[in-house]
């Protein structure tokens, strides 16, 4: 069982269209992030969250960690088939090291 | 902004033999360095915890012998598979942490991808 659950696993979409990737845990983070990934690199942050209830936007993507430090959302609008990659959390419990959730892979069709 | 560097970024070698892969931080110090492994379409994984001028701390499971780690330098981490098997395959990722910041300066590697024949 991981300690980050994201959901969906996979996600396939039409150019133009929304989607929202939820990042779960009954345990509380002191903070969260949000990398992309793509094929053959290393993850490369978007976005770090820290405060509970904060909303952090990047561009076209909107970052939400929940009042209670358990989760978090990052919704994109409008996907063009740039956005295609792995998507990953990673919490941050005991202020040293990162625990990876199992990560989002998301195509984009034009 | 801050770069970490692989070497190399890829590897194929035959079963029994070791392989080493380096981690470098390049404008920057990094006390504390970390090694993932990450398989096809899956997550990354956290094998270890490499801290300069200690031992590395291994995750649960993560073979110590099997995979060596050295921290010789605040800007230089080693990550050796000995006697590497098939099921060694997989893409290796490190990541360096700058002390002078919080735990979003950490900086991930492009990766090395090791293919065991």
């Known amino acids: 069982t991981q300690l980050l659950e994201q959901s969906p696993q996979f996600l396939s979409i039409q150019e133009g269209e929304n989607l929202t990737v939820y990042c779960n845990s009954s345990s509380v983070f002191s903070s969260l992030q949000w990398y992309r990934q793509e094929p053959g690199e290393g993850p490369v942050l978007l976005v770090t969250v820290v405060t509970g209830g904060e909303v952090k936007k990047l561009k076209r993507l909107t970052f939400q960690f929940g009042d209670a430090r358990k989760d978090s959302s990052l919704h994109i609008t409008a996907a063009q088939p740039g956005d295609t990659g792995l998507y990953l959390c990673a919490g941050d419990l005991a202020g040293n090291m990162l625990t990876f959730g199992g990560g989002t892979r998301l195509m984009v069709k034009p | 902004g801050a770069v970490v560097s692989q070497h190399p970024s890829w590897v194929i070698c035959k079963s029994g033999t070791s392989v080493k892969i380096e981690c470098r931080s390049l404008?920057?110090?990094?006390?504390?360095m970390f090694w993932y492994r990450q398989f096809p379409k899956q997550s990354l994984m956290l094998m270890a915890t490499?801290?300069?001028?200690?031992?590395?701390?291994?995750e649960q499971g993560v073979e110590k012998d099997k995979f060596l780690i050295n921290h010789a330098s605040l800007t230089l981490s080693t990550l050796t598979v000995t006697s590497a098997h098939p099921e060694d395959s997989s893409f290796y990722i490190c990541s360096a942490r700058d002390p002078a910041g919080g735990l979003d300066t950490q900086y991930f590697g492009p990766g090395t991808r090791l293919t065991v024949l």
């Open positions: 404008d920057f110090q990094a006390t504390t």
């Open positions: 490499s801290n300069e001028g200690s031992k590395a701390t291994y």
